[in-house]
């Protein structure tokens, strides 16, 4: 049921939508001369010192294959050839006509291809690219590109027709890229290209005006239209209604801070990548509008939990989905974005103890921040202790050499659109190697069979109950029946870390409880399914980042440096899993399931080794409730279900 303000805000945006369909706005020719952006950093400090480096490098030899009609979309190389087809979906050879944008069925990809790809294409972020790399090189090819394949999208994309008007975020993206064409290429761009920029940028803050998410996306479709609604006004102050912008999207940013980021910096979609982007749109406007202590308190502690979950080598776990997106420079290794977040966190408000390498203030910092980037170098490292994000119910078992990350909550605010099925989940990698891990998300819309598959539960490193998933999906961007999942005990010391947490989805209640032992770098895990009345098949599923291999009865190799053991009375498979760490790629990895078929209560533990262990260092074994591990020197330590863990070493019986 909708609201009465909300029937109302969206009649009088549909008229006014209608409205700007039949008069088309237009900047004044007055306005439409260059005048250069002051408020953006100096031209010449970026390319200063990032001349000579790898990041130059790369940006020349993607500025190369963009001439070439070659675009680095999401995990594809898309070659369109030397016309590009602005509207097509070329890995699916899908391409839509030029109707009202209402009326384009975006969401269905038989009609309208996969819109993640053509909308990646779209943002014109490879613009950006090409006036970086004239900026480097002073190659004239690179300058001469931009209007050709402007002039193209303006003959392609008439105002409000298409599917590349369908979405005000897409819109917000590709005005940013232009704003930040105009800024670098600006003054070598012909002066016809210049004004009507400047007017199709116009119209696109129009559309902003008039469509923000604020009903139909409230979460970071709305953070990212409204922090480049705001950036219009302040750049262009001349602009009509460019107070008016100013003023709106402030407005609508200071709030999106406050509603969509948790007291402990977490942001409420409960995705690591959506946390990244979030945390750099709220950094672009805070470069824009200088924000008082609240906003910059709340910056601090988003840098904070992305900081945690960042392991020694600035790899992040992608939790929840990924988009494939980025704000600035959508290039590299994505689980390192948030890398050179930190390092723009680190410039921004004065730090450097948050973890990031010198060249990771090259990627995004330099552009964004001038000669900041470069007063403030990097002294932080990973945080090498266990925390809990009580708001997220995150919790980071250990963080170097061993990084070890459980997301009890999961599922984010609303419908959870951008979450996973994945409570009690956890992932490690230690010595830059991944040894449990997430899938990732690989789809959108694309295969919907594979978008289901890969958000569900069997695909993480929890349990399942004859296949369910913790909540039941309902399209690709929502959940139903969410469950209810909290953090019964937490503690931790320079010995050990003890998490014990609960997920009751359905009719039934999983708990989990997850002992880290740093001296043996070993994680024992106990999991506990009950409140069924039938005989059920419990499945605990473990997600390798590398091959396995059994080495004896229920006692598995994860590549050379891991081990997972289970009680040899365990039925066990190594079985087939996928990841993703690029939307439309996904790879073939190693899953090794643990199987009971009984009534519940039902209880299955496990052992997981994180360096090389000799095999007669510890065995597992089945102990009441639980699970005992036994020392090579005759102790023990018993870990049961019920009461509180002996975490402890006693004599053996």
């Not at 392991?311 to 050179?340: E, Q, T, V």
């Amino acid at each position: 049921m909708r609201s009465i303000a909300e029937i109302r805000f969206r009649l009088l945006q549909e008229a006014a939508n209608a409205r700007l369909f039949a008069f088309a706005p237009s900047l004044p020719p007055e306005a439409r001369g260059a005048k250069p952006l002051t408020l953006l950093p100096p031209l010449n400090v970026a390319a200063a010192h990032i001349r000579g480096s790898p990041l130059a490098e790369e940006l020349e030899r993607l500025a190369e294959d963009i001439c070439a009609h070659r675009f680095p979309i999401l995990g594809y190389v898309v070659e369109t050839g030397p016309e590009i087809r602005w509207r097509r979906d070329s890995v699916h050879d899908v391409e839509s006509g030029l109707s009202y944008f209402r009326r384009i069925p975006y969401l269905n990809a038989a009609l309208a291809g996969d819109h993640k790809i053509i909308w990646e294409l779209n943002r014109h972020q490879h613009l950006v690219v090409l006036a970086q790399a004239w900026r480097l090189t002073g190659r004239g090819e690179f300058l001469a590109e931009i209007p050709r394949q402007l002039e193209s999208w303006w003959d392609q994309n008439p105002f409000l027709r298409g599917i590349n008007w369908a979405s005000a975020l897409e819109v917000a993206y590709r005005a940013l890229s232009w704003i930040w064409v105009y800024h670098l290429a600006g003054p070598g761009l012909p002066v016809a290209c210049t004004g009507r920029l400047l007017n199709e940028l116009y119209r696109h803050g129009v559309y902003l005006e008039h469509n923000l998410s604020v009903y139909f996306a409230p979460n970071t479709h709305l953070l990212g239209e409204a922090v480049v609604l705001h950036a219009l006004g302040v750049l262009f102050p001349a602009w009509p209604r460019a107070a008016k912008w100013k003023s709106r999207g402030g407005k609508v940013v200071a709030q999106e801070m406050t509603k969509q980021v948790r007291a402990d910096g977490s942001h409420f979609e409960q995705s690591s990548a959506y946390h990244v982007y979030a945390t750099d749109l709220f950094l672009f406007h805070a470069l824009l509008e200088s924000p008082d202590a609240p906003y910059r308190d709340k910056l601090r502690l988003m840098a904070d939990y992305l900081a945690a979950l960042s392991a020694d080598d600035g790899m992040i776990p992608l939790l929840g989905d990924d988009d494939g997106g980025r704000l600035f420079h959508p290039h590299g290794n994505r689980r390192r974005f948030g890398a050179a977040t930190l390092a723009t966190c680190c410039a921004v408000l004065g730090r450097n103890d948050w973890p990031c390498l010198p060249s990771d203030f090259l990627e995004q910092a330099a552009w964004l921040c001038g000669e900041a980037a470069f007063h403030t170098r990097p002294g932080g490292s990973a945080t090498a202790h266990a925390r809990l994000f009580p708001d997220a119910n995150v919790a980071v078992l250990s963080a170097a050499p061993a990084h070890i990350v459980v997301d009890v909550r999961a599922f984010g605010h609303a419908n959870a659109g951008h979450s996973h099925a994945h409570a009690l989940s956890v992932v490690c990698r230690r010595d830059g190697r991944d040894i449990l891990i997430d899938p990732g998300t690989y789809t959108y819309v694309g295969e919907p069979e594979w978008r289901t598959r890969f958000r569900g539960t069997a695909f993480h490193n929890t349990v399942t109950v004859d296949g369910l998933d913790q909540a039941t999906g309902t399209g690709p961007f929502r959940w139903a029946d969410k469950p209810a999942s909290e953090v019964l005990c937490w503690s931790e010391n320079q010995d050990w870390c003890f998490l014990d947490a609960v997920c009751t989805f359905h009719v039934f209640r999983h708990r989990r409880r997850l002992l880290w032992l740093v001296q043996y770098d070993m994680l024992a895990a106990v999991d506990v399914v009950e409140n069924g009345a039938e005989e059920y098949r419990i499945e605990q599923f473990w997600h390798c980042g590398d091959a396995v291999t059994e080495i004896s009865k229920g006692n598995y190799r994860i590549g050379s440096g891991a081990s997972l053991v289970v009680p040899p009375s365990s039925d066990v498979v190594v079985s087939e899993g996928w990841q993703s760490e690029l939307p439309g790629i996904k790879v073939p990895v190693p899953v090794i399931v643990v199987r009971r078929t009984a009534k519940l209560p039902v209880t299955l533990g496990a052992i997981l080794f994180l360096r090389p262990q000799s095999d007669a260092t510890l065995t597992v074994e089945d102990y009441e409730n639980g699970i005992r591990l036994i020392g090579r020197d005759g102790q023990s330590i018993e870990f049961p279900m019920i009461g509180d863990p002996v975490i402890r070493w006693l004599p053996a019986s």
